[in-house]
């Protein structure tokens, strides 16, 4: 994976689709093309456990009392930058856009692209409820589809390049800018590729749920598997 994304990254393409095992990209085994990312783009990691492309630069980052508000200070900065997080709190959503307007008041203007392996708010790829309807008989409602919210929030930073891992829905990506997927194509064959060569059909690829359906079958295309799912 992390060879794809620094090709991809030098020539813009949009799709990753050969990857490795994740477990050997978030272990940074890739001494080489960890280097020749550093030596081509300053690495912030927002979530300092999580160093996909090695330690990146120090800065300051605060949380001040009221327990929901940040703050991120960083050096002055040139070039291109590759910032990384893992979102698990709303904190770390507001960290990346403070992170992303700090850099944009940097002159010149650094080149910005972000890392996030999950994508917030993809499962809900759809308003659950249908415009006026009735949800207990007495009170229309209404929602958003939440990814495409966060999508149009996340375009407002400018992000060069969006990197995701194996994105749950094709609906969020389409509406985010500079996205760049990368598929688990490789990861599941990795598990049942000789399962599969040997012709085993005691085991199933499941759709979670009809609309996971389009996905799966794609995976299933891609990896050789042939049985029901």
Do not use: W
């Not at 050969?18 to 912030?44: P, V």
């Not at 692209?113 to 917030?120: A, C, G, H, K």
């Not at 308003?127 to 999508?151: C, R």
């Amino acid at each position: 994976i992390v060879g794809r994304i620094h090709g991809c990254l030098k020539r813009g393409e949009k799709t990753l689709t050969k990857t490795e095992s994740l477990n050997n990209f978030a272990a940074g085994r890739n001494k080489k093309i960890l280097t020749q990312i550093n030596s081509i783009m300053t690495i912030i990691n927002l979530d300092r456990e999580f160093t996909p492309f090695g330690q990146g630069i120090n800065f300051q980052s605060t949380v001040f009392p009221s327990g929901f508000e940040v703050n991120v200070r960083l050096p002055k900065i040139t070039g291109k930058v590759l910032i990384t997080t893992r979102i698990k709190e709303p904190n770390d959503i507001m960290r990346v856009v403070i992170t992303a307007g700090a850099l944009r008041n940097m002159r010149p203007m650094p080149e910005v692209s972000i890392f996030m392996p999950y994508l917030p708010y993809a499962r809900q790829d759809r308003a659950m409820i249908e415009e006026g309807e009735v949800d207990d008989e007495t009170e229309p409602y209404q929602e958003a589809t939440s990814v495409k919210d966060f999508a149009q929030f996340m375009n407002l930073q400018s992000f060069k390049n969006f990197i995701v891992l194996d994105p749950h829905s094709e609906i969020g990506t389409t509406v985010l800018d500079g996205v760049m997927k990368v598929s688990n194509h490789n990861l599941v064959k990795k598990v049942l590729g000789d399962r599969i060569a040997a012709g085993d059909t005691n085991f199933r690829i499941a759709c979670p749920d009809a609309s996971a359906e389009k996905k799966v079958g794609k995976l299933c295309r891609g990896i050789g598997y042939t049985n029901p799912m």
